[in-house]
């Protein structure tokens, strides 16, 4: 069952123009130019209740745009969204007990009093009861591993402390979609690693998650989906596996030579080590690899040979680039 | 979960209000108490502002007998009423609202079941609650112990009542100003300008009585005179006097109760205008 | 090791000062321009603002004479020129020094004071150059308007203004002493937004003609912190009733300003210590 709907999505934006010269400067002081900005572009996709969905795009794609809208924070300029059975921003005020966020950037917590007193307050806000309150508490202190950390000023904690309690901040009311922005960013290793566990353990208690992030780990860890914005349009949806394939079948091929390259014809190189060490690319889809490699062998002399897949920093680069 | 109960998400419900202004007023004590030491400021800027006024005014007194309605003692204790009343009704509101809109925190507010300016306006009962702890009370000593000053009002409950509508129009103002974070890139300069305004309007460098008459009459109107005015010369005189109208201390603070209701009104329109605004309703 | 590096350091710093300061001072000009233009609207506010500042602080004095009191043996355009050459004092510095106060604590705050040391510069002539602040302007001119128009209404002695100057560079000196010294003070004191407040309530002692306050404090003002010479006395000067032992003063103002030069610098040597 989905459960969010958003179907033909727009925003549109209209922004002003300023100069950087001295001139352009006093100039912007008296007239300054308009600009419409088409930050969503016609975006359709369902979530499934329970599913965790990565929310990829370069900067400025209208990916935060998106998520402002399906928070509720933002009023789409045309298109339906529907969440948790309401309309978010126009059922704000309930829809807002159904909904968990951390941004990365944006704390929640309050800088100078323990997490402990912030939780207190979402206890409030949200009316949680206090037997769910502590139950909550104690189960995620537990599984974050944070019980002693909630009880000393935020602004003495690790930022990956911190960042655990944030998410203890935002899911007390027990929401049923969280958006995560940016979760891990700043994070260590072991820090992220904790916080993604946390992620997979809730989501496995039926939260859905949708992730906006930059980090490829985080998505090729946590998200069984990806919806790729660009431009304000949805150039790519569907599952991990599918975005190997989705710029064609290209492998990534290191060779090892006897001798240096003389002829480089039909060969697409994107890397040169050496004289004797080379790395090319190859599409899969043009020539089988069996044809591939006797070409290969019949033009070189190699000594030794790997073929790997395009690594998925290559793939989502490519698909911005388009 | 149930979670789609309409009364669930209704901060109107009393009982939850409650909570929820307690539980946001006691963060927000603890939040300053950290920085009990800034307050603690108050201590010596109060009593120097206090003793700069009293050499003023008692040269001034030399060759008269009242200015603007007061005599040398009740204008010292104008003075020591005025600072002493803006350590529990002033507020950052504005200040706090343009900050949380320019840095992009105020989106988590809008994700959370609560009117931020309920959130705000508990914050500020923490905070006073502060002010009054760590700067109300250690000036109010100094000025009887120290400074012999003679602070009793004349009437203590229509001086508390009227600190307290008081400490409402300021937050409506203070908020309504804040708002305009969301119209213009950085609106500390008219926040700020306005705060000047409210410093010379509602009687904190004189009282209002030294204006002019005509002055005086549009005063009456405008909220700045029920922001400080109105309670300092309430604790000084028991009455209230301005525009060449005095009335008792009941009929003031029904005045201040107007102005509290008329900024809470214009706050609410505002607020909408701005949440419209900030969630692109037509834009 | 690290000792023979930081004395390097100052070397390199010594050399390159006096040319940089200049550039950097334009620069930190050419920035505050270009914020200004950013937001224009609240730049023309923050001007604005600082002008009804400037009309405002007289306004006590206005309605004062306005209701038929005064302040002994002073006639109303004399106290105005008093207080518009208070206001002068007090917006050169908002304009030229203040700012540091703000600038220091920001940095501490974010701890990003290490990029400040970086400079091939003295720590406080980079600070006080990107500390200009273009936005108070108005009261500058607030206080200039007054000062010229208070002083169109009072008989001057014109001979006395070399003194007047002198008399006010010193109380110039006071006000930017104390600027330095709370933003020094916002090293240990972390980001205190109300340090400024202790300042400001001092200025308060320079506003007013001095011979309304006790004896004990009129010394306190004259000879040791002499706030007086913000504005009673360089109007006194020109008005030919100055007590000339005051010229004393500039001895004390000197000394005050260089122990805030010497504070601030401790302070920045201190946090190296730590930081480093």
């Given amino acids: 069952m989905a459960i969010i709907t958003v179907e033909n999505l727009v925003k549109t934006y209209t922004t002003y123009k300023r100069g950087s010269g001295f001139r352009e400067t006093v100039k912007s002081f008296f007239k300054r130019k308009k600009v419409v900005v088409n930050a969503v572009n016609d975006i359709s996709f369902e979530i499934p209740e329970g599913q965790i969905c990565g929310l990829l795009g370069p900067n400025g794609a209208g990916k935060s745009t998106t998520v402002k809208m399906l928070c509720g924070a933002l009023y789409p300029t045309s298109g339906r969204i529907e969440a948790a059975g309401f309309s978010p921003a126009r059922d704000r005020r309930h829809y807002v007990h159904e909904i968990g966020a951390v941004f990365g950037q944006k704390s929640q917590l309050i800088w100078d009093i323990p997490p402990e007193d912030s939780f207190n307050l979402n206890r409030a806000i949200y009316d949680i009861p206090r037997s769910d309150y502590n139950e909550r508490l104690a189960n995620m202190t537990k599984l974050l591993d944070v019980a002693d950390v909630v009880k000393k000023p935020t602004r003495v904690l690790s930022l990956g402390e911190r960042m655990k309690c944030e998410f203890i901040m935002a899911m007390l009311h027990a929401p049923k979609i969280v958006f995560l922005d940016e979760p891990t960013i700043g994070l260590d290793v072991i820090a992220k690693a904790s916080v993604r566990e946390f992620i997979a353990n809730m989501n496995k208690q039926g939260t859905t998650f949708i992730l906006t992030t930059h980090d490829l780990d985080d998505v090729c860890e946590l998200a069984e989906r990806v919806i790729i914005i660009n431009k304000g349009d949805k150039v790519f949806d569907g599952e991990l596996e599918g975005l190997q394939h989705y710029l064609g079948r290209k492998k990534i091929i290191e060779l090892t030579l006897a001798k240096p390259l003389t002829d480089e014809t039909g060969l697409n190189i994107i890397e040169r080590r050496s004289d004797l060490q080379i790395t090319i690319e190859a599409d899969m889809e043009r020539v089988s690899i069996r044809e591939f490699l006797q070409n290969l062998s019949t033009t070189l002399k190699i000594t030794d040979i790997s073929v790997k897949e395009l690594p998925m920093e290559r793939i989502i680069a490519d698909i911005y680039k388009k | ?283 | 090791m690290n000792a023979e590096y930081r004395g390097e350091n100052t070397e390199y710093r010594k050399k390159h000062t006096h040319h940089g300061f200049g550039r950097v001072y334009l620069a930190g000009i050419g920035a505050s321009m270009k914020s200004a233009a950013a937001y224009r609207v609240n730049f023309l506010l923050m001007n604005l603002f600082d002008l009804v500042w400037a009309v405002a602080a007289p306004l006590v004095t206005i309605l004062i004479y306005g209701s038929g009191a005064s302040f002994p043996g002073w006639t109303f355009w004399e106290v105005m020129l008093m207080q518009g050459l208070f206001e002068l004092s007090s917006a050169l510095c908002a304009v030229f020094v203040e700012n540091i106060v703000w600038s220091t604590m920001n940095h501490v705050r974010e701890g990003s004071l290490e990029t400040v040391l970086l400079k091939p510069m003295p720590p406080i002539l980079y600070m006080v150059s990107t500390s200009f602040r273009l936005d108070s302007f108005g009261g500058l001119l607030g206080g200039l308007v007054l000062t010229l128009i208070a002083a169109g209404n009072c008989e001057i002695m014109a001979i006395s203004l070399p003194l007047c100057i002198l008399i006010f560079a010193a109380g110039f000196a006071v006000n930017s002493a104390a600027s330095l010294i709370s933003a020094a003070a916002s090293f240990k004191w972390v980001a205190n937004s109300r340090l400024s407040e202790i300042r400001m309530s001092f200025e308060n002692f320079g506003i007013y003609p001095v011979k309304i306050f006790p004896s004990a404090l009129r010394f306190a003002v004259t000879f040791i912190l002499p706030y007086a010479a913000m504005g009673c006395f360089p109007a006194e000067i020109l008005l030919g009733r100055f007590d000339y032992i005051n010229i004393l003063l500039i001895i004390p103002a000197a000394l005050f300003l260089m122990f805030a030069i010497w504070f601030y610098n401790h302070m920045i040597r201190l946090y190296e210590g730590v930081g480093g």
């Fill in chain 2, 1 to 283: 979960m149930g979670g789609t109960s309409p009364q669930r998400g209704s901060p109107q419900r009393l009982p939850h209000s409650l909570d929820v202004c307690l539980a946001v007023a006691e963060a927000t004590y603890k939040e300053w108490a950290a920085y009990r030491s800034h307050s603690m400021v108050s201590i010596l800027v109060g009593p120097i502002f206090l003793l700069v006024q009293y050499f003023i005014w008692t040269a001034v007194y030399g060759g008269v007998e009242t200015l603007g309605g007061l005599n040398l003692e009740q204008m010292i204790r104008y003075f020591g009423a005025s600072s002493l009343i803006g350590y529990v009704t002033m507020d950052f509101a504005d200040w706090n609202l343009q900050m949380l809109v320019r840095t992009g925190k105020f989106l988590t507010f809008t994700l959370r079941p609560i009117h931020h300016r309920f959130f705000a306006l508990s914050q500020k009962f923490g905070h006073r609650v502060l002010g009054l702890l760590v700067e109300f009370i250690p000036c109010l000593i100094i000025f009887i112990l120290l400074f012999r000053i003679d602070m009793m009002p004349e009437n203590i409950l229509i001086t508390v009542m009227s600190i307290i509508l008081a400490f409402f129009v300021n937050f409506y103002v203070n908020y309504t100003l804040g708002l305009l974070g969301f119209w213009l890139v950085d609106a500390g300069g008219i926040s700020r300008f306005v705060g000047i305004l409210t410093n010379i309007f509602s009687g904190t460098l004189v009282p209002l009585t030294l204006f002019p008459d005509w002055a005086q009459y549009i005063l009456l109107f405008l909220p700045f005179t029920y922001m400080g005015y109105a309670p300092t010369i309430i604790w000084t005189t028991g009455h209230f006097t301005l525009g060449g109208i005095t009335m008792n201390g009941y009929l003031a603070i029904a005045f201040q109760l107007i102005a509290v209701c008329f900024m809470y009104v214009i706050s609410e329109i505002f607020y909408r205008l701005s949440i419209r605004r900030f969630s692109g309703v037509g834009a």
